[in-house]
């Protein structure tokens, strides 16, 4: 049964940063475009960042342009989500994304999902 796994979350100060995890098991994932979202507590999902199957394209939400920075190792079936300068406003559950198709991915819509880790900017 394919599965992802979010791990790296906890809490930080403001201008820290935090490495995001998603390993993936029980699926062709190198094939997929992998992605990570996020929820904020009242808020709806929103999208984050994602990157092409073999790690060459890359895109990310206007909000975290510059400071994060998403990679895979598709050997290890994992993508990662480097956070820089982090704000309170990051704090959210990141959950990581995987499926075939880039646009339904980016619309929320995608195949497969993570459980979530929770990341927590102080102030």
């Known amino acids: 049964q394919a599965q992802l796994r979010e791990s790296g979350g906890g809490l930080v100060q403001a201008g820290g940063s935090l490495r995001l995890s998603c390993a993936a098991s029980?699926?062709?994932?190198?094939?997929?475009?992998m992605g990570w979202f996020r929820q904020a507590s009242g808020k709806e999902r929103e999208f984050v960042a994602r990157i092409s199957a073999g790690g060459g394209v890359t895109r990310y939400a206007d909000s975290v342009k510059g400071r994060f920075t998403i990679s895979r190792d598709n050997k290890l079936n994992t993508v990662y989500l480097q956070m820089n300068s982090l704000e309170p406003e990051d704090t959210a559950v990141y959950y990581c994304?995987?499926?075939?198709?880039?646009?339904?991915?980016?619309?929320?819509?995608?195949?497969?999902w993570g459980q979530g880790t929770q990341v927590t900017v102080s102030s």
């Open positions: 994304a995987a499926g075939p198709s880039t646009y339904y991915l980016e619309q929320g819509r995608s195949q497969y």
């Open positions: 029980g699926g062709t994932f190198s094939s997929y475009t």
